[in-house]
């Protein structure tokens, strides 16, 4: 059966044919990821009305944030997916770690499903649209579709080490509840587990539905995609969304003096010191 030809992270296509929608068992891991964590938020916003909130634990939910926050947008999305960056070996393997612990899938499933996005972004084939509704591009199509990174995402399976992290993703995902917890006892697993695991879910679907509805679109792209200033804080730069889908292949997301992009701040940062072999930025010209 013949099938489409596709765009990959570093720009080569690969042909592609129909997917069947997941089974029953991988829709219910999924609504349990996704309700679990927007049960026990309200459970320890309820608790922390009338006890309070320990400092360890805010501490631990600003911590764990940033870490699983920044292995979502540094690690699985400019690294992994649209390869922007070429990182040391061993900050390649934690970057995708950090990321698993955001509860959001295998760094491979989830970079297949971004690239599947981008090859008819807002289109039909576009897996999470908001013309599909925002409640679907924002969580819903997550129970209704999954991309095979065997045709989105081939490339990525003959790396060594992210097949050992992709392997593994569900041991790393615990371990983003056991480390709070051991810190922080009861309260760190909530606050630096599961209510952390709820905030980085809903940032990073913010860019899916918010940031292709509502926003800014200083580039004339073939798609709905939007700058959003909110989305681009709570979702660590990535909410300069109309920019990335501008220039895909950019590491540096905030092209302009004030659209901060935190991830593209610790990429430069982390070039300087050497642990970023090389990045890639937008055009010259640019910014």
Not at 46 to 53: D, H, K, L, Q
Not at 56 to 71: E, P, T
Not at 98 to 104: E, H, T, Y
Not at 114 to 141: C, I, K, N, Q, Y
Request: proline share 5%.
């Amino acid at each position: 059966m013949s099938g489409d030809l596709v765009a990959r992270g570093d720009g080569m296509t690969t042909e592609v044919r129909s997917r069947p929608a997941p089974g029953w068992p991988r829709k219910a891991a999924t609504a349990a990821a996704i309700l679990i964590p927007a049960l026990v938020t309200g459970f320890a916003v309820w608790r922390a009305a009338s006890e309070g909130v320990a400092a360890l634990s805010l501490g631990l939910f600003a911590g764990m944030y940033l870490l699983s926050g920044f292995g979502i947008t540094v690690g699985f999305h400019r690294m992994l997916t649209h390869n922007s960056l070429e990182a040391w070996g061993g900050l390649k393997a934690a970057l995708l770690v950090a990321g698993c612990m955001a509860v959001q899938g295998s760094p491979v499933a989830w970079a297949a499903g971004h690239l599947e996005h981008h090859t008819d972004a807002d289109g039909e084939g576009d897996p999470h649209s908001p013309r599909r509704g925002l409640t679907h591009a924002h969580a819903g199509w997550l129970l209704t579709h999954s991309a095979d990174p065997a045709r989105f995402a081939r490339h990525l399976l003959q790396d060594r080490v992210v097949m050992a992290v992709d392997r593994t993703w569900g041991l790393w995902a615990l371990l983003g509840l056991a480390a709070p917890w051991a810190i922080g006892g009861f309260e760190g697993l909530l606050w630096g587990g599961f209510v952390r695991i709820f905030a980085v879910h809903h940032a990073t679907w913010c860019v899916n539905s918010i940031c292709h509805r509502f926003g800014a679109r200083p580039f004339d792209t073939h798609d709905g995609s939007r700058n959003n200033a909110f989305v681009a804080l709570i979702a660590l730069g990535e909410g300069w969304h109309n920019n990335h889908h501008a220039f895909p292949a950019s590491a540096i997301q905030g092209l302009r003096w004030f659209e901060v992009d935190l991830s593209g701040l610790l990429i430069r940062a982390l070039a300087r010191v050497g642990l970023v072999r090389r990045f890639k930025g937008p055009p010259p010209g640019v910014a």
